[in-house]
Nanobody, 116 residues
């Protein structure tokens, strides 16, 4: 089993940056890929960025150029670097891990507020 814990959320002004962290524990050999998603009030959960075990990355068009996913294997942590934040980026941000059978694990989420 895999357990995910997100951190790094908070309040940031428009145009600012924030880096979220997702630390994984448990049987990490099960993880095939990790990704970040978000859910704003009244909206469906939205895919943002993904990194595979081999390092391949893909991003949603809506955040391409602003949001970047990276990974530190020594720390069992995946990061989401968010730049040029906008009020519409306000949401709960979730970390996701897929195993080799496409079974997904979710973290508890971390809240991001973008406001002046």
């Amino acid at each position: 089993q895999v357990h995910l814990v997100e951190s790094g959320g908070g309040l940031v002004q428009p145009g600012g940056s924030l880096r979220l962290s997702c630390r994984a524990s448990g049987d990490l050999s099960q993880i095939y890929a990790q990704s970040w998603w978000r859910q704003a009030p009244g909206k469906e959960r939205e895919f943002l960025v993904r990194i595979s075990r081999g390092g391949s990355r893909n991003s949603a068009q809506s955040v391409k150029g602003r949001f970047t996913i990276s990974r530190d294997d020594s720390a069992n942590t995946v990061y989401l670097q968010m730049n040029d934040l906008k009020p519409e980026d306000t949401a709960v941000y979730y970390c996701n891990a897929e195993d080799w059978n496409s079974v997904e694990t979710w973290g508890q989420g971390t809240q991001v507020f973008v406001s002046s």
